[in-house]
């Protein structure tokens, strides 16, 4: 079998990429939860990386979740070396986080080259931006941008589709 293939998940706090890697992974997720020492909205946070696996094809893909916080962008860099590529999650219903989303996509991209999708998530939401609002912000073609439910593992399955087919057009 040949070397395990990389996709690394990453976003602001609460975008759901720890659900995203539990939706595809078909091993346990290995996380690294931990209590918030700051009000972030939520409880525990991830403080290193979320770890799962993905068989695709006949080939295996390790799925990597970032932190979400600025004060963990040391390991963004760390785990996006060497990706295949990389799902960016935004909170469809949070505007406030878009400059967060932008800054982490900037700072990767800057050190990293690496092919990306966004994933719009928490859709389910009152008043949410839509895909093609979230392209213009990115100033990104719409068909990089993709709408899910993180919880959801065939919403999860399309949206890394979605990033194959920006590697194989």
């Known amino acids: 079998m040949s070397s395990p293939l990389k996709l690394v998940v990453s976003g602001p706090v609460g975008a759901g990429k720890t659900s995203f890697i539990r939706a595809l992974s078909q091993t346990e997720v290995v996380d690294t939860d931990a209590l918030a020492s700051e009000n972030i909205g939520k409880t525990h946070t991830t403080v290193a990386l979320d770890f799962g696996t993905l068989t695709l094809a006949g080939h295996e893909l390790h799925l990597y979740g970032t932190p979400g916080q600025d004060r963990f962008d040391f390991m963004w860099e760390v785990l996006c070396q060497g990706a295949?590529?990389?799902?960016?999650?935004?909170?469809?219903?949070?505007?406030?986080?878009?400059?967060?989303?932008?800054?982490?996509?900037?700072?990767?991209?800057?050190?990293?080259?690496?092919?990306?999708?966004?994933?719009?998530?928490?859709?389910?939401?009152?008043?949410?931006?839509?895909?093609?609002?979230?392209?213009?912000?990115?100033?990104?073609?719409?068909?990089?941008?993709?709408?899910?439910?993180?919880?959801?593992?065939?919403?999860?399955?399309?949206?890394?589709?979605?990033?194959?087919?920006?590697?194989?057009?």
């Open 84 to 169: 295949l590529g990389l799902i960016l999650l935004v909170p469809a219903d949070r505007p406030r986080d878009l400059p967060a989303a932008r800054h982490m996509l900037d700072f990767i991209t800057s050190r990293v080259n690496v092919p990306f999708v966004i994933g719009l998530t928490r859709r389910d939401q009152p008043r949410t931006w839509e895909p093609q609002e979230i392209a213009d912000y990115f100033h990104l073609p719409v068909r990089q941008v993709v709408g899910l439910n993180a919880t959801r593992p065939l919403e999860a399955a399309r949206t890394l589709e979605r990033l194959l087919e920006l590697l194989h057009p």
